[in-house]
């Protein structure tokens, strides 16, 4: 299960819904890792957990085991407090809940949200998000991995796929080129399974 999203709502038609009025603060904006989890029902340092937050969307996997799943709120969650400008501290509003985040290296760069059109141009559900050298890729209702997170390595051209919901796709490496073409499109080629034309809902480089 997965949530990637116009902050607060669902993927259904993301490229045409509107946008909210306000942006997530660049201090949220990256790819955090949950590193603990505390609950009613216990301790977890162990899952894994990946939040990818670009100004208006966000993306979230974790695997535990094979198994991909739904993930607690993330890290710009109410009642969230900077211990560190890459260490958050999230609690719960009404019970026992305690989240540590820690904003990965490498997360801060390119800002970036696209949606994959279909063959007569028109946007899908399928989507990525990019912030800096992280990607996270999501296709609800195809027939493909639905979610696959993965670092790119520019100086080789290559990205590499750090989890996905099929687990056999992990630690595997991809070639990777993205290009902007305007001002609403980009394209992606080399990697296969995400290559083509790819409306821009954000891009900000810095």
């Given at each position: ?7 607060g ?76 400008p ?19 290296p ?21 989507q990525?998000?990019?912030?800096g ?15 696959t ?17 099929d ?40």
């Open positions: 299960m997965h949530t990637m999203e116009n902050r709502r669902s993927a259904t038609g993301a490229a045409a819904m509107p946008l909210p009025p306000l942006q997530v603060p660049p201090s949220f904006q990256g790819v955090w890792a949950r590193t603990l989890l505390e609950t009613p029902a216990g301790r977890d340092t162990s899952t894994w957990v990946r939040w990818v937050q670009t100004a208006r969307r966000h993306g979230t996997l974790g695997r535990s085991g094979a198994a991909a799943m739904r993930c607690a709120e993330g890290p710009g969650a109410p009642h969230s407090v900077f211990q560190t890459d260490r958050i501290v999230q609690t719960g509003l009404h019970d026992r809940h305690l989240a540590v985040w820690e904003r990965l490498g997360s801060r760069g390119q800002r970036i949200a696209l949606a994959r059109r279909d063959p007569t141009g028109q946007p899908t559900q399928e990525l998000l990019l912030c050298d992280y990607l996270l890729h999501s296709a609800p209702g195809e027939a493909m991995p639905a979610l997170f993965a670092h790119i390595d520019t100086p080789r051209g290559v990205c590499v796929i750090e989890r996905a919901s687990p056999a796709l992990d630690d595997t490496e991809h070639p990777w080129q993205l290009q902007r073409l305007g001002l609403d499109l980009a394209r992606i080629t080399g990697t296969g399974l995400l290559d083509g034309a790819w409306e821009v809902l954000e891009w900000t480089d810095t």
